[in-house]
T-cell receptor
Framework: AQSVTQLDSHVSVSEGTPVLLRCNYSSSYSPSLFWYVQHPNKGLQLLLK??????LVKGINGFEAEFKKSETSFHLTKPSAHMSDAAEYFCVVRGMAAGNKLTFGGGTRVLVKP | ETGVTQTPRHLVMGMTNKKSLKCEQH?????MYWYKQSAKKPLELMFV???????ENNSVPSRFSPECPNSSHLFLHLHTLQPEDSALYLC?????????????FGQGTRLTVV
């Protein structure tokens, strides 16, 4: 079985300050991990993915995430928030044993204050 | 543009109507998915198709009927829906059988049942 927990349902940051979105996972096998972003009334867009190569993964729009196996975490960060980063973010796990099934976290809604 | 196209983008239907949602991808993927996204609830996987065969039905009511005529097209036929079925319905595709591949999502169909 696999599961994903996003530790914060809402995060509020000021423009220009760092963003941290926390994600913990469980998986019976070496997982692949993804972060997606969803802007209002839009579909989900892939930000980045981890697939057992480098543990620090860089994505689009200045986001990056670090895979820490010992902590079963895959937190998403950005050094400086922009107003356009206001959206909902989903952490997703996909284990080899689960076949094609993606398991989503509950989402974190990010508010960026001017 | 992710390469996954959903139509219509918005749909309002009465409880006695019959309508269909359409999803199309030309990414060469062999797995397609329907997800339901309701307000304040986690993303729910509804159906999975691999090579046109349904491999997962996540206890979805029979008023939702999927159809996958080929690897590029996926439909969701709707009949006698309830107001609680109002949600954003997302289609996705991926290269099935490979755990490290991400899913590509369409923009979704915003369904309102009146």
């Amino acid at each position: 079985a696999q599961s994903v927990t996003q530790l914060d349902s809402h995060v509020s940051v000021s423009e220009g300050t760092p963003v941290l979105l926390r994600c913990n996972y469980s998986s019976s096998y070496s997982p692949s991990l993804f972060w997606y972003v969803q802007h209002p009334n839009k579909g989900l867009q892939l930000l980045l993915k981890y697939t057992s190569a480098a543990t620090l993964v860089k994505g689009i729009n200045g986001f990056e995430a670090e895979f820490k196996k010992s902590e079963t975490s895959f937190h998403l960060t950005k050094p400086s928030a922009h107003m356009s980063d206001a959206a909902e973010y989903f952490c997703v796990v996909r284990g080899m044993a689960a076949g094609n099934k993606l398991t989503f976290g509950g989402g974190t809604r990010v508010l960026v204050k001017p | 543009e992710t390469g996954v196209t959903q139509t219509p983008r918005h749909l309002v239907m009465g409880m006695t109507n019959k309508k269909s949602l359409k999803c199309e991808q030309h990414l060469g993927h062999n797995a397609m998915y329907w997800y339901k996204q309701s307000a304040k609830k986690p993303l729910e996987l509804m159906f999975v198709y691999n090579f046109k065969e349904q491999t997962e039905n996540n206890s979805v009511p029979s008023r939702f009927s999927p159809e996958c005529p080929n690897s590029s097209h996926l439909f969701l036929h709707l009949h006698t829906l309830q107001p609680e079925d109002s949600a954003l319905y997302l289609c996705a595709s991926s290269q099935g059988g490979q755990g490290d591949t991400e899913a590509f999502f369409g923009q979704g169909t915003r369904l309102t049942v009146v």
